[in-house]
Each structure stands twice: as structure tokens, then as C-alpha cells.
């Protein structure tokens, strides 16, 4: 499996962005997605996932009702829309994939074991 992310760039406090991860190599219904990112200095974070059908969807609270994460199956990607964008948004974001289903929980859908990591997507936030 291949996971090829694209979208990042410098943009404005309360300005929208749209991050979009394309799946090759492997049967991507059958894959679940995430998106996390990574801040300078700090550790990589969970930011939203989304179940294989686009039926389920989980978030960190520090993106709920800003950040929509979704899947176009037929298209083989997944897409993160973040709107009202604050500096401290601003990171490395990266998308992954697990085989399988992510729990019924946002908490056992970051301790789900991703197996494939894309090369991640620079999102400035300026103030």
C-alpha cells in the first residue's frame, strides 16, 4: 500500500484548506483511513479517521466541528476539510491506513495500529 498526501500551503487564520491522500496497492473499502499531524517540537497527534464504508468518522476534540474527514471510494482517496483554521493548526499533516474496521470509539480509533503512513503534507496556519 501507497499513501500519496497533497493540499498542505501557508494560509490565513480562519481560512479553509483541503488535504486529499490517494490509496494505491491494496483494496482501499477494505481500509480504514486517518489523518494525524505533527506540530515542530511536539508529538504526532490524531486528528480524524474514517471507516472503511465512510460510515463512521471520529475526531480529536481540538478539530471536532472544524475538520471534516471523507472517503470517495470510488476514487481511491480520502479528503480532510479544515475549515476556521488557527495557527495552531499549523503542522506536518500525514494520512494512513489500517486494514480493517476502527472500533467503535475515537478512543480505539487512535490506538489503532496504522500500517501505512504517507509522506505527510506541510499546513502553515499564519495569525
Known amino acids: 500500500v501507497q499513501l500519496q498526501a497533497s493540499g498542505g500551503g501557508l494560509v490565513q487564520a480562519g481560512d479553509s484548506l483541503r488535504l486529499s491522500c490517494v490509496f494505491s496497492g491494496g483494496t482501499f473499502t477494505k481500509h480504514s483511513m486517518g489523518w494525524f499531524r505533527q506540530a515542530p517540537g511536539k508529538e504526532r497527534e490524531f486528528v480524524a479517521a474514517i471507516s472503511g464504508s465512510g460510515a463512521g468518522t471520529f475526531y480529536a476534540g481540538s478539530v471536532k466541528g472544524r475538520f471534516t474527514i471523507s472517503r470517495d471510494n470510488a476514487k481511491n482517496t480520502v479528503y480532510l476539510q479544515m475549515n476556521s483554521l488557527k495557527p495552531e493548526d499549523t503542522a506536518v499533516y500525514y494520512c494512513?491506513?489500517?486494514?480493517?474496521?476502527?472500533?467503535?470509539?475515537?478512543?480505539?480509533?487512535?490506538?489503532?495500529?496504522?500500517?501505512?503512513w504517507g509522506q505527510g503534507t506541510l499546513v502553515t496556519v499564519s495569525s
Open positions: 494512513a491506513a489500517v486494514y480493517g474496521s476502527l472500533g467503535a470509539t475515537t478512543a480505539q480509533a487512535m490506538r489503532v495500529p496504522y500500517e501505512y
